[in-house]
């Protein structure tokens, strides 16, 4: 049933002259306005809800690249701790040939 339809069954069982065109018109007007403040009450809602999500996921976002970043930085750290251990093991296995070599082969 349409809005018209509805407006006609009522009016058909009231009297004529107790429902005027204009208090009708002012009903739909009303209706109207109360679903357009609940859809947009609705809106707002979500909006505040998404805001926060957002908020969350951003939060979340930072901790994870600040973990990122301490993580890298650590093996970064580690790395160069074991290209430095395996550069000074290979000056003194150097070193330790050198002390090798017979005197008379000290071009070599």
């Given at each position: ?17 107790d429902?005027s065109?204009?208090d ?14 609940q859809?947009?009450?609705?809106f707002?809602d ?12 951003l ?9 990122i970043?301490k993580?890298?930085?650590n093996?970064d ?10 550069q ?21």
């Amino acid at each position: 049933m349409s809005l018209d339809q509805a407006i006609n069954a009522v009016i058909s069982t009231v009297g004529e002259d107790d429902v005027s065109d204009r208090d009708t018109e002012e009903l739909v007007t009303y209706q109207g306005t109360q679903q357009y403040e609940q859809l947009l009450k609705q809106f707002e809602d979500f909006k505040e809800e998404q805001m926060k999500f957002n908020q969350e996921l951003l939060k979340q976002i930072q901790q994870r690249d600040e973990y990122i970043s301490k993580r890298l930085e650590n093996r970064d750290r580690e790395l160069l701790d074991a290209v430095n251990g395996i550069q000074e093991t290979q000056k003194l296995i150097a070193a330790s040939e050198e002390k090798k070599k017979k005197w008379w082969e000290f071009w070599k």
